[in-house]
């Protein structure tokens, strides 16, 4: 098995990537929402395709105002455009470190679970073997392993 993590981060290094974190949670926390499920799928949503869309309406609203409905507020969607214009690099740059940080943890965790099953598997051979130290080891970890029982829905 190739081992492809195989990471130790300075405590300076980490005590750095945390205040870096902690000064983007303070500086976009409070900016940021949270939306509900629901809220999420009833949105009508912008993708990549309707940028340049959006960015020609707001062109038009200012040249061609006489077709704006009398409820737009274009004022709010400049700054919402300008919102997405400065926070969307942003989060392309945080998702792609985030995908990188699940995949290292992904492959590190693997790479530590397949050494610990085999462990565990030589402790259950030592088991049937008689070797007497390996019960307490096996009873320990054995509970990693047990089935629970599933959950019946709640009744109505």
Known sequence: MENKVSIEISPADLQAIKDAIAVLQAKLGPLLIALTDEERRSLFKMGEAS????EKVLEYVVTNPEFLPPFTNVEEMQ???KAISELLPIFNALSQLCSNLDDTLMEAGSE???PSTAYYKSAQMAVKLGVPSAKP???DLMVRWERKPK???PKE
């Open 51 to 54: 940028r340049p869309f959006v």
């Open 112 to 114: 530590v679970m397949v």
């Open 79 to 81: 700054k919402d455009w």
């Open 137 to 139: 080891v096996v009873a």
């Open 151 to 153: 959950k019946s829905p």
